[in-house]
């Protein structure tokens, strides 16, 4: 495949930065998206230039550390997917690709493609999490959870924490992922002694890092590459409601 690539080019946080195009050629049909991007950085090195920052980790879409605007879609072209998953034959012969990083206030630009996500990390630190007594591990039937229950919360817990909610939102509202990890901790017993600090705390700090309402577009869940569903941030809302009262 032959391509021309368009891809966002900034030295720092504080420089203005631009769109450079670039032709690739003998792309295989087969590289994921992350291995063309592998492929153009070789190509520069040799040309003694300076590499394309992107973030990368896993590439198996688990730790959400890919995080590109392809053709102005969060992720790419196609549902439930993250950059690192997506190969070459989703996009044609000749083709003209766009990719930039994620745009939004909280996530500012550190270098090309990588965003500095660390509002996320603060959110989480602020109450994603459950206080830990030690002793032994408890007996893993001592704790009766219904199925419906578990499953929900599983699903909740398949947020990789990309932030592709927030850039595909018109609002940088980052309701769907804050949503995702108080479902997660809300709907299992062992989350409800910090409940109602948790909810509470995480939507301050959601505030405190600038991060926009919501209102209700769903550009979030149609862009989530784990299909994080709406209706957690409905559950957040009642959570927020019930901390208010309780
Ligand atoms: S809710 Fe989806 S899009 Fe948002 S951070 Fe989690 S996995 Fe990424
Ligand atoms: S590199 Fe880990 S999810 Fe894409």
Request: aromatic fraction near 6%; hydrophobic fraction near 40%.
């Amino acid at each position: 495949m032959r391509l021309t690539l368009k891809i966002w080019r900034q030295k720092n946080r504080t420089s203005r930065g631009q769109l450079v195009t670039y032709q690739l050629t003998d792309v295989s049909p087969d590289m994921s998206f992350l291995e063309m991007l592998d492929m153009l950085n070789q190509d520069l090195a040799h040309k003694g230039e300076d590499a394309i920052a992107f973030d990368h980790d896993c590439r198996e879409g688990i730790c959400g550390s890919c995080s590109l605007y392809i053709n102005g879609r969060a992720h790419g072209p196609l549902r439930g997917v993250a950059t690192c998953q997506l190969h070459m034959r989703s996009f044609e012969d000749g083709d003209e690709i766009t990719v930039e990083p994620w745009r939004a206030k909280p996530f500012p630009v550190i270098k090309d493609l990588v965003v500095d996500r660390t509002a996320f990390d603060r959110i989480l630190q602020a109450g994603g999490f459950v206080s830990v007594k030690t002793g032994g591990a408890p007996d893993a039937n001592a704790i009766p959870i219904p199925k419906a229950a578990a499953e929900e919360a599983m699903d909740a817990a398949a947020c990789i924490g990309c932030g592709a909610c927030v850039a595909a939102c018109k609002n940088a509202s980052a309701m769907l992922f804050v949503s995702a990890k108080v479902s997660q901790l809300a709907l299992l017993p062992q989350g409800h002694a910090e409940r109602k600090a948790r909810v509470e705390a995480m939507i301050a700090q959601m505030d405190a890092e600038g991060f926009g309402g919501c209102s209700n577009t769903y550009a979030c869940e149609a862009e989530c590459p784990k299909q994080i569903s709406v209706a957690h941030i409905a559950r957040l809302n009642r959570e927020y409601l019930r901390a208010q009262v309780v």
